[in-house]
Nanobody
Framework: QVQLVESGGGLVQPGGSLRLSCAASGSIASIDALGWYRQAPGKERELVAGITSGGSTNYADSVKGRFTISRDNAKNTALLQMNSLKPEDTAVYYC???????????????WGQGTQVTVSS
């Protein structure tokens, strides 16, 4: 099994910053991609940012220029640096990892438990 542990959420004022961390552990042979999604009350879950094994990144238009995703391959960790936060960034943020387990031939997606980010004055 693959476990994901997220941390770094919390309450921040508009214009502030937070950094989310997602650490993957377990019998991991390789990680193809990591991503952060978010889901606000009454809305569908949406992709915020993703990064491939080669380092290519993509971002939702709403966070471009404010959020930065990075990964530490040695530690199987993904980071999401969030700057200039807005009230509309308030949501539960979920880490997603596409990984191949040791002894398996295909990769599948795994989800973290989610961490709350609230942007409010």
């Amino acid at each position: 099994q693959v476990q994901l542990v997220e941390s770094g959420g919390g309450l921040v004022q508009p214009g502030g910053s937070l950094r989310l961390s997602c650490a993957a552990s377990g019998s991991i042979a390789s990680i193809d991609a990591l991503g952060w999604y978010r889901q606000a009350p009454g809305k569908e879950r949406e992709l915020v940012a993703g990064i491939t094994s080669g380092g290519s990144t993509n971002y939702a238009d709403s966070v471009k220029g404010r959020f930065t995703i990075s990964r530490d391959n040695a530690k199987n960790t993904a980071l999401l640096q969030m700057n200039s936060l807005k009230p509309e960034d308030t949501a539960v943020y979920y880490c997603n990892v596409i990984a191949r387990r040791v002894g398996e031939w295909h990769s599948i997606g795994y989800w973290g438990q989610g961490t709350q980010v609230t942007v409010s004055s």
